[in-house]
């Protein structure tokens, strides 16, 4: 199994223990995961987070194939074509974008174009819900989550485009998957690293409706416990206790 | 209830028929399976009014207050080896409250849950803490971790307005609830690291790498109980965690798991 939503660097807002690639890989390892999609954390609030993807590219070298990197990249940003390239040829399996923290609208065309390019490059979108409670962000966190309107936007951009949502709640899930066509659907995985399971057993029931092989393996790693999605599965009923996730390497197949 | 391998969920809630919801008690089955595959030998539960079906969550009306305890009572009385009861109180009401409490621990509760329905400094607590202190009974206080603002639906409290309260009752054992349950925990270990009769609780949705760590280090593995509040997982992962918090000796993890829980409820 692959975490497709773990980060290496520090937060801004609060200390992270050892968010560092190699402390990663041991983690991995711990939790018996072959591997992780790692994004580079501080770049999301840097204004041009070049120099990050070069850290993380730097970062994640001596742990190939296992961590592989996915680069963050604005649209909005002069020569985004150029980096899209540089990312594929990183054998990025994705690239992560945030739209609450660079101010871009639901519907915005620059994210939508290079979600496509993205797609023909046959590399997939990682879009953040949120990385904290909002009950406990700091002052000058006041980005706000990620709205369900943006998801739709980009889902329904094209064909081509191939989004995880990481870090969704149930509420966003369901108003995003029931607001698609079932050929969009199919353009959006979840992970469920903020998805509840018992006794109110969301997971459980998104399971049953939008569909197991709709959702991924996400920890949030550095930021949240690893250990909680495992949990969150072996608390599943016992008839969903088998259910199958999507594999993420088989996104474009 | 107790054995070397036992494991008390210190924050737990049921609901009823009075709650408004069609599925209630698939909820509490719900809580009943996650349970019996996690090992908890005790849930330590409290059921507060009617959810805000009837009146709100966090400020139940008396009447609520009296139907969300006699569900309780009667979930104990079904499940008496797995089920222990806090009750709940409204402090709005001294009278009732303090009835309440009499009523309900005559029947078997072992503490009192206070919501959010008055300020936990505020002089209106003080009659309950007394009740509390007499009768050898610990509190435990729904809390947000470093109030910044009111928030809507609930007069909320944090760990600095809980520790005020504390000190005028230094014979009374509070509990912080859930410090993964929103807002910066840090905040609450910084206001009740010096004061010994708060302890603490695990539960929470937040699950952040080095809250738990953190918390060892500020109060120590003897004032915190292991706990779940509304998210079963998230528990679950905490639970795991504490293998790896690198801070905890074998005994240290049950006095997490269960020994001060059955300490301070006096369970045995």
């Given at each position: 199994m692959i975490d497709v939503n773990a980060l290496v660097g520090p937060y801004p807002f609060r200390f992270l223990p050892h968010p560092d690639a190699d402390v990663l890989v041991r983690v991995l390892e711990r939790e018996q995961l072959s591997g992780a999609w790692v994004g580079h954390l501080p770049s999301a609030f840097y204004r041009d987070p070049a120099a990050g993807n070069a850290q993380l590219y730097t970062a994640l070298a001596p742990h190939s194939p296992t961590l592989k990197p996915v680069p963050t990249i604005r649209p909005d940003w002069p020569d985004w074509k150029r980096n899209v390239q540089t990312a594929k040829e990183a054998d990025a399996p994705a690239v992560r974008v945030y739209p609450a923290q660079w101010q871009?609208?639901?519907?915005d065309a620059r994210l939508a174009e290079m979600a496509l390019a993205c797609g023909d490059a046959r590399m997939a979108v990682v879009l953040t819900v949120r990385f904290e409670d909002l009950r406990q962000r700091h002052p000058l966190d006041v980005a706000g989550d990620l709205q369900p309107a943006a998801v739709r936007s980009l889902a329904r951009a094209g064909a081509s485009v191939r989004l995880i949502v990481t870090a969704a709640s149930r509420e966003f899930i369901e108003e995003v998957h029931w607001g698609l066509t079932p050929e969009e659907q199919q353009r959006v995985l979840w992970d469920f690293s903020w998805v509840w399971g018992p006794p109110e057993d969301h997971l459980a029931k998104l399971f049953r409706t939008v569909g197991s092989e709709r959702f991924v393996y996400g920890t949030h790693w550095p930021l949240r416990l690893t250990q909680n999605p495992r949990a969150n599965l072996d608390l599943l009923p016992d008839e969903l206790r088998d259910a199958k996730l999507a594999d993420p390497a088989r996104l474009f197949a | 209830m107790t054995s070397p391998e036992s494991l008390f969920d210190a924050h737990a809630h049921f609901l009823h028929a009075g709650c408004g919801r069609s599925d209630w008690e698939e909820v509490n089955a719900a809580r009943f399976r996650a349970g019996a595959r996690m090992g908890i030998t005790c849930h330590v539960a409290s059921i507060l009014g009617s959810h805000g079906f009837s009146s709100p969550t966090y400020f139940p009306s008396p009447e609520d207050v009296v139907a969300g305890n006699d569900a309780m009572l009667e979930l104990c009385e079904r499940q008496r080896d797995l089920v222990r009861m806090l009750v709940t109180v409204n402090p709005n009401y001294t009278r009732h409250a303090l009835g309440e409490i009499e009523r309900c621990v005559a029947r078997g509760a072992v503490g009192i849950k206070l919501l959010a329905s008055r300020r936990a400094d505020d002089p209106l607590l003080d009659p309950i803490c007394e009740l509390a202190a007499r009768r050898g009974l610990p509190i435990l206080h729904h809390i947000w971790q470093h109030r910044r603002r009111e928030w809507p639906s609930q007069e909320i409290s944090d760990g600095a307005d809980l520790a005020r309260l504390a000190r005028r009752h230094p014979t009374v054992t509070f509990i912080l609830a859930h410090i993964g349950g929103g807002g910066d925990y840090h905040h609450s270990y910084a206001a009740v690291r010096d004061v010994q009769n708060i302890l603490a609780d695990t539960s929470g949705s937040g699950v952040d790498r080095g809250m738990l760590d953190d918390a060892i280090v500020a109060l120590g593995a003897r004032r915190l109980l292991w706990g779940s509040d509304l998210t079963m997982e998230t528990g679950y992962a905490k639970l795991r965690a504490l293998d790896h918090t690198g801070l905890l000796s074998p005994d240290d993890i049950r006095a997490i798991r269960w020994r001060n829980a059955a300490r301070v409820f006096c369970i045995e």
């Open positions: 871009l609208a639901p519907g | -």
